[in-house]
């Protein structure tokens, strides 16, 4: 389980937030679907060559319930990345990660420093100050500026960039 958790859970939020255009309410649904395996123990059913599309489709009609229930009109709904939803389970391969980590390199040198510690090592403000002799307010001012340039520079990939904020761990 927590293997699957591992390998889907990015690209599940991803697609979940493509369908209900709510970050928190996308990562709390797909974190309800992967209980809901784990209680009722269902991966265990699962053929290896379904899990993807049966994963992708059980986030999908929870989406499209939560939808409903909001009173939203569902048929209309346009869902063409549902059909490469497979596709992009495969979001952070090598040459995303290489993409986002070539924009952070395009960043001046202390706003890269700044944004590598903050976002991707998880250091504190404080600690990132400490560690390259600035004041924190410098480094809110770089890690605010350099985020600004990153999304401007990623903007045609949104959905990298989203998963660059999400989980920055992942761009070292």
């Known amino acids: 389980m927590n293997a699957l ?3 889907y859970y990015k690209p599940l939020v991803v697609f979940a937030d493509d369908l209900l255009h709510d970050l928190p309410e996308a990562e709390d649904t797909v974190l309800e679907q992967f209980v809901k395996l784990w209680e009722k123990e ?25 939808i409903t229930k909001k009173g939203l009109p ?7 990345h549902y059909a490469i939803a497979q596709e992009e389970s495969y979001l952070l ?17 202390k ?3 700044v944004v590598q510690s903050v ?30 340039e990153l999304r401007s520079e990623l903007e045609e990939y949104k959905k990298m960039f989203l998963l660059f904020m999400l989980y920055p761990q992942d761009f070292q």
């Open 5 to 7: 958790f591992d390998r």
């Open 42 to 66: 269902l991966y265990e059913h699962i053929h290896p060559n379904a899990l993807s599309t049966f994963l992708f489709t059980i986030v999908k009609n929870a989406c499209m319930n939560q």
């Open 74 to 80: 569902t048929e209309q709904l346009d869902l063409p």
């Open 93 to 109: 391969d090598e040459t995303v990660i290489e993409t986002v980590l070539a924009a952070v390199r395009k960043l001046p040198e």
């Open 111 to 113: 706003t890269q420093q």
């Open 119 to 148: 976002m991707c090592q998880g250091h504190s403000y404080q600690e990132t100050a400490d560690e390259l002799e600035v004041s924190i307010n410098t480094v809110k001012t770089l890690l605010k500026a350099g985020m600004r």
